[in-house]
């Protein structure tokens, strides 16, 4: 199976806040498969269809060690956080070789449909309940360099416009 292309920041599609999946089909089953082999090939930890062009609200997320506890999560939504945060330093597929800390709260409850349509809670803390909150951001059109100063954001957009455009002429070689 071929992986999905990730969009780069700043591409604007990633500023397209995803719609409700109408119902857990083979459409949206093959999807999460796919999404899972472009993580895994592309040694994320979490993506969001609205990193691949598709604005319906699903992820798909394995902070294991062997990689081997895909979790696919469909129509989340987060019905608590914790008041306390903690700030650490985060990564995005559609942000390459991009890394600086955002502040997360520290423990999460959320509910979210699996791959049968059941409706599921999820309690998460740690890197779980970073990678879900970071996810669950893309769902909403937002990137974590939104996060950091309007200086930081203006150098990584340079830095990454630069890189495609160096990446488009190295390939028309």
């Not at 999404?35 to 609200?57: F, K, N, P, W």
């Not at 062997?66 to 985060?90: A, C, F, H, M």
Request: aromatic share 4%.
């Amino acid at each position: 199976m071929n992986s999905l292309t990730i969009l780069r920041y700043p591409d604007p599609r990633l500023h397209t806040v995803a719609k409700p999946v109408a119902a857990v089909d083979a459409r949206i089953k093959e999807l999460a498969q796919q999404m899972l082999e472009t993580m895994y090939e592309a040694s994320g930890i979490g993506l969001a269809a609205t990193q691949i062009d598709v604005h319906e609200r699903l992820i798909v997320i394995d902070v294991s060690e062997n990689r081997d506890q895909p979790l696919v999560l469909i129509n989340p939504e987060i019905v608590w956080s914790s008041p306390e945060k903690r700030l650490g330093e985060e990564g995005c597929l559609s942000v390459p070789g991009i890394y600086d800390g955002v502040e997360r709260a520290i423990g999460i409850r959320m509910q979210a449909m699996d791959l049968e349509g059941k409706l599921q809670t999820h309690e998460a803390e740690g890197m779980l309940a970073v990678c879900i909150q970071h996810e669950m951001d893309h769902l909403m059109g937002k990137v974590f360099v939104e996060y950091l100063s309007p200086l930081k954001r203006n150098r990584i957009k340079t830095k990454l416009v630069k890189q495609k455009k160096d990446e488009e002429r190295d390939g028309d070689r």
